[in-house]
């Protein structure tokens, strides 16, 4: 299953808005509030609901009524409605917010879907690093002692799965970028055990010849562990689809080239990827591999989310097609303020 296109209406920042997605890898860009989480986790949503059972958004935005995600809602009660159609060429589903007294729609949540029978799985990885505070989260979260959404507790049921055989078809179709994922984090192509292992539900690394505890291995390679055990145990197949919220939070920048690497091989095996992104390298390494594509070009599309007086999408092929860059306006500011301190520091030299 590859998620053609989401139309959102009247959410959140959107007042109406249409992503036309790629079948590889799909990254989202623009400064804080423009919708980039959410028009994500509305994918999620549609794809974790059924005619029998809607997602529970409260949930999944951790909030405490879904009347919040309506743009300029007024206050009205709402119902969750979920309504599919079909027809020879797609299947779509739509999540409908009605009024709850006289049902006229106020929101539609729209994904248009191929093969949708044929998915495996939808994971959401979200800024938050869940390797850590895996032991006893299930408890804690029942209970409502932690402030994190159902997309954590969704990727802790996830790890929560035994690692697969070395003969399953599953590891055998990700066994490349799992050594890939291991050499990143061990800085060795020798190690023959897993990097990360799971014992009497907790978490360790193996590193160098070490068992280290979870919590003393840095953060940026809990994130990397936490895709390597993904895959693993078999929550992430070339079927399957990854949201990635800000994967570069707490990577050393010398690991977001090969991050990106990683997320080319993933999309190459058939994995639909979305990401979530404000890092300067990230985008720009995606982009190099948009822009000179090998024999085998990975599909990747751009989409830059901005405000003019409503949020309006961008789509483009790399970031050359891509007019508003909140992240390269950035960095070209940068430059300007060090070129202005860098011209005032020598005009102060030279009238001594």
């Not at 743009?71 to 009205?76: D, E, K, L, S």
């Not at 490349?176 to 990143?184: A, G, R």
């Not at 078999?234 to 991050?259: H, M, Q, Y």
């Not at 993933?266 to 890092?279: E, N, P, V, Y």
């Amino acid at each position: 299953m590859k998620i053609k296109n989401l139309s959102l209406q009247n959410f959140t920042a959107f007042e109406q808005a249409k992503f036309n997605f790629c079948d590889g890898i799909n990254v989202l860009i623009g400064t804080n509030g423009m919708g980039k989480t959410h028009a994500m986790k509305a994918i999620y949503a549609v794809l974790n609901t059924t005619k029998s059972k809607i997602s529970n958004l409260e949930s999944l935005f951790n909030i405490h009524n879904s009347n919040i995600l309506i743009r300029n809602n007024n206050g009205v009660n709402t119902t969750s409605i979920v309504d599919l159609s079909s027809n020879s060429m797609q299947e779509e589903f739509y999540i409908r917010f009605h009024d709850s007294e006289n049902q006229n729609d106020i929101l539609n949540a729209e994904i248009n879907i191929s093969d949708y029978e044929s998915v495996s799985s939808a994971i959401y990885l979200p800024t938050v690093e869940m390797l850590s505070i895996y032991d006893h989260f299930f408890a804690t979260y029942e209970r409502k002692e932690i402030p994190y959404d159902k997309t954590c507790y969704d990727l802790a049921l996830a790890l929560n799965a035994a690692i697969l055989r070395k003969t399953h078809a599953d590891y055998q179709s990700v066994e490349p970028i799992l050594k890939n994922l291991q050499e990143i984090i061990t800085d060795s192509k020798s190690q023959e055990q897993d990097v990360v292992v799971k014992e009497s539900e907790h978490f360790y690394f193996n590193l160098n010849g070490n068992k280290l505890d979870v919590n003393i291995v840095a953060d940026g390679y809990r994130k990397l562990g936490t895709l390597f055990y993904l895959l693993r145990n078999g929550s992430l197949t070339t079927n399957s689809i990854l949201f990635w919220d800000e994967p570069e939070t707490n990577l050393n920048p010398k690991l977001i080239a090969k991050v990106a690497k990683v997320l080319q091989a993933l999309a190459d095996s058939g994995m639909q990827i979305f990401i979530a992104t404000h890092d300067y390298l990230l985008s720009h390494e995606l982009s190099l591999l948009a822009e000179y594509p090998s024999a085998n070009p990975t599909t990747i599309k751009f989409f830059s989310l901005y405000n003019h007086e409503n949020v309006i999408i961008e789509e483009g092929d790399s970031l050359v097609d891509i007019s508003h860059n909140p992240i390269l306006e950035e960095f070209a500011d940068h430059d300007d303020r060090e070129a202005e301190l860098f011209y005032n520091e020598d005009n102060i030299n030279d009238t001594h």
